[in-house]
């Protein structure tokens, strides 16, 4: 069971640290939208490479930023059901979801998304409108990564609902009451 505790704390840990990471990258996101716009209605003009730099940014926040969302337990749900369950039953549900949707879920996209982002990089895959930027390949690696990201912490959240199950651990919001 330590065992299990330590996995769970190393994954847990590297996505709270990612997702610090990424929130410093929300800046640099903000930073461009708003060199976008004073170009846009200042000088009217505009970027494709700018425009560009938004949806690439804004796709490594999402992606790489997607499991420490689910280590805080933030992905939108319905929680119509799961807020009347004790620790136990939320629980089950979290272990039944990381095995019937989460694992398979991402471990789909993390196959199908290898074979396109390999090509990608293997041809250095660019933007194909003048302008662009010339590291697109790079956008579709955060693809792969990011759902890879999301199945470990998946992988967590299923060890640390099963060791709850089993009465090995207490959830956080437990041990604050």
């Known amino acids: 069971m330590n065992a299990l505790k330590t996995i769970c704390r190393w994954i847990d840990n590297m996505n709270e640290w990612l997702g610090r990471g990424v929130a410093w990258v929300t800046t640099a996101l903000v930073v461009v939208v708003f060199v976008d716009v004073v170009m846009r209605y ?87 409108d003048p302008g662009g930027i010339p590291f697109r390949f790079i956008v579709k690696g955060f693809i792969t990564v990011g759902f890879a990201i999301i199945f470990i912490q998946a992988l967590s959240m299923g060890i640390h609902s099963l060791l709850q199950i089993l009465g090995k651990e207490i959830p956080e919001e437990e041990n604050a009451s």
């Open 42 to 128: 200042a000088f009217n003009t505009s970027f494709v490479f700018t425009q560009e730099l938004e949806w690439h940014v804004f796709g490594f926040i999402f992606l790489i930023g997607s499991g420490y969302t689910l280590l805080h337990d933030g992905h939108v749900r319905v929680d119509v059901i799961y807020q009347r369950l004790g620790f136990k039953g939320k629980a089950w549900t979290n272990l039944i979801g990381v095995i019937f949707f989460a694992l398979p879920g991402c471990f789909m996209v993390v196959v199908t998304s290898w074979k396109v982002t390999h090509n990608a990089w293997l041809v250095m895959e660019g933007s194909p």
